[in-house]
């Protein structure tokens, strides 16, 4: 029985040390992100009510995530808590009026049903948005708020998108109207709705930093994360594995009978 036991010890080693290959394999963690936006700060506008959430949420994570401080500023109408299309809420920094544009390097506006009726006529967020493209800052607008970069007179000649229904605003005020998720236009970035928000933050990064290559290989590349599969295989591995070893050992009692 040792002589029997002792064959088996180096198969059974070499079985587990397969099926921690295969799960360190399938679960390798993803790798650190480098903080690109160090030091920048970015200031996003929301509409006090009726601000999309997503639109705020998912790109201040990200500038955040990239090392950038995010500061949400809304209408003087605002009494310091600005309230989304489905319930969020956010703490509002400061007014619009109240800005410090120098302290900032890109300025974003969040869309939702809210911006039309604040935002798109909003004269202290017109002269803002002026004023921060005419200073070479990153300008930015998702959904419906790229009507007030429209307004604003920057999107004059320029290529440009926004959610279907502000389309013509945008033809209106000069802008050349694409049918794409994100556009890129100088210093200008216009998306369409949420679904592109991510896709958005990274062009705003992108312009901030004059360099894509580095932030848009971070998240469009999946960062390697457990297979859809991966404890399945690795269930799969040790029932092969306890199957080979048994084989194994009824060939060895085989083999001891034999003697």
Known sequence: ????????????????????LLMSLSLSPAPVMGKELEGKRVLMV??????????????????????????VASTRTCTGIARGMSGGEVAVNLSIGDVNLSEYDSVVIVGGVGSMRYLWDDSDLRDMVRAAYDSHKTVAAICLSPVVLARAGILQDKECTAFI????ELIKNGGKYLDKGVVVSGNIVTAKGPEYAT???????????????????????PSPKPAAGG?????VAVAIAVVFVSFALRWRLR?????
């Open 1 to 20: 029985m040792r002589g029997l036991m002792a064959g088996a010890v180096p198969i059974l080693a070499f079985v587990l040390v397969l099926v921690a």
């Open 46 to 71: 929301v509409a006090p009510e009726g601000y999309k959430e997503d639109e705020l949420s998912v790109p201040s994570g990200i500038f955040k995530e990239l090392g950038a401080e995010v500061v």
């Open 165 to 168: 229904t502000a389309k013509e």
């Open 199 to 221: 896709e958005f933050a990274i062009a705003v990064a992108d312009v901030m930093m004059n360099r894509s290559s580095n932030i848009r290989r971070l998240y469009e590349t």
């Open 231 to 235: 404890f399945t295989m690795s269930l």
């Open 255 to 259: 083999l001891r009978w034999r003697r």
